[in-house]
């Protein structure tokens, strides 16, 4: 196969997967930005609408963990093919609800099809890219997500009031199906590797073995990661904004713009990231740094020694140094997972991001209940600093295995 034919190749599976991902966190928020409309229309308290986005992210990191081992078992495109499907019918699910238990039923749905995202995408990258071009696919896969956020709300809101919700729930349905299709008709492309047989390492985890690798330290060191990266990221998605108007009095509309800053700086940092990460052989220490700068600016932001424009560079400041550190964590768990484990790993790991963004909101809504917006930036410094010895952990894991390879 030449240069130009592998590049094409990589190219179309980044994008299939790419555009996947995006989809399922689009999903993410299809029904918090809604709930402008749900709380009147079935009388709920906003405690009751926050327990559908616990249940949407339990449902997902349980079924995430799970899903890894299908992966492994049964190939990722056909649990990818599942995946987008079930979240188009749990659209279509919420859109005829006409009761909270109906909600909660449609919300337990989407979060079992967005289960199985993470170990199938990383998959499906892991045995179609080429290595030299892997750590760019995980780039456009942190890219792609960030994209499904900043739409989902735009678009959801946007046909709520001009139709009504249950129409903007129907036309959010159309895309997953839309996505399936395309993945279908691409499917040679993302075929799956029949698993191959692993000799047995000394030092190594025993590759027959379906559970063997919940004995490395290495994969809850990761699973560590997410999990308090997590707290700190569903801090900034529920309640950096009113933070900051309360911190630095500035308008709901300016706040907003900080949190866009957030994210749009995130999608170039994660660009950037991909860059760094193919070009350095210790993923760990890339993240190490990307966030200790991203800790440091947090407690600056919530210290109020800014104005308020000021903020806003902040937030896209921390977001930025965030995301480079993206594509560098991937491959941090990609140099874990031992051979024929990968779709495993990676279910386990990224269910540690959904539990965290099922606490996060909690412990944040505490403090803000509590009148401490500034203790939420504090906080979300903390917490992205413990991440580092998490990573530093990993890296370190996984180096001692290879010299025990070697």
């Not at 949407?56 to 079924?63: A, P």
């Not at 049964?74 to 649990?79: D, H």
Request: proline share 4%; aromatic share 10%; net charge positive.
């Amino acid at each position: 196969m030449t240069t130009t034919s592998t590049l094409r190749s990589d190219a179309r599976v980044i994008g299939l997967v790419g555009l996947a991902h995006g989809v399922s966190h689009f999903y993410h928020l299809i029904l918090a930005a809604l709930f402008v409309w749900l709380k009147p229309a079935f009388n709920l308290s906003y405690a009751e609408l926050g327990l559908l986005m616990t249940v949407f992210f339990i449902i997902s990191g349980v079924g995430q963990a799970l899903a890894g081992f299908v992966v492994d078992r049964f190939g990722a495109r056909a649990v990818l093919f599942a995946g987008v499907f079930l979240l188009g019918v749990s659209a279509l699910a919420l859109a005829q609800a006409h009761s909270y238990t109906a909600l909660m039923l449609g919300a337990m749905l989407a979060g079992t099809g967005n289960s199985v995202f993470h170990p199938a995408d990383y998959t499906i990258l892991n045995q179609r890219v080429s290595p030299a071009r892997v750590a760019y696919g995980f780039s456009m896969h942190g890219i792609s997500g960030n994209i499904g956020w900043a739409l989902a709300p735009v678009f959801m809101t946007y046909v709520a009031t001009h139709y009504d919700w249950r129409v903007a729930l129907m036309s959010a349905s159309v895309l997953p199906f839309g996505v399936l299709l395309v993945l279908f008709l691409n499917r040679h492309a993302i075929r799956p590797e029949p698993l191959k047989p692993v000799a047995a390492v000394k030092g190594a985890a025993p590759a027959e073995g379906t559970l063997s690798f919940l004995r490395l330290p290495a994969v809850w060191m990761c699973f560590a990661f997410f999990f308090i990266t997590a707290i700190a990221l569903g801090g900034i998605q529920s309640f950096a904004s009113v933070a900051l108007v309360k911190l630095y009095g500035m308008s709901l509309a300016l706040a907003t713009s900080a949190y866009t800053a957030y994210m749009l700086a995130s999608a170039v940092g994660m660009a950037a990231g991909g860059v760094v990460g193919a070009r350095s052989s210790h993923p760990d220490r890339n993240v190490a740094i990307a966030f200790s700068a991203a800790a440091l600016l947090a407690v600056l932001l919530g210290m109020n020694l800014v104005p308020a424009w000021g903020a806003v560079v902040l937030m896209g400041a921390i977001g930025l140094t965030s995301g480079v550190a993206g594509p560098s964590r991937d491959l941090m768990i990609r140099a874990a997972a031992p051979p024929n484990a990968t779709g495993r790993v990676y279910g386990v790991v990224y269910s540690g991001l959904d539990s965290g963004l099922a606490v996060g909101p909690l412990l944040f809504g505490a403090l803000m209940d509590g009148d401490q917006p500034a203790l939420v930036f504090v906080f979300i410094g903390v917490f992205q600093a413990l991440a580092i010895a998490t990573a530093v952990g990993v890296g370190g894991k996984t180096r001692a295995v290879a010299l025990q390879k070697a």
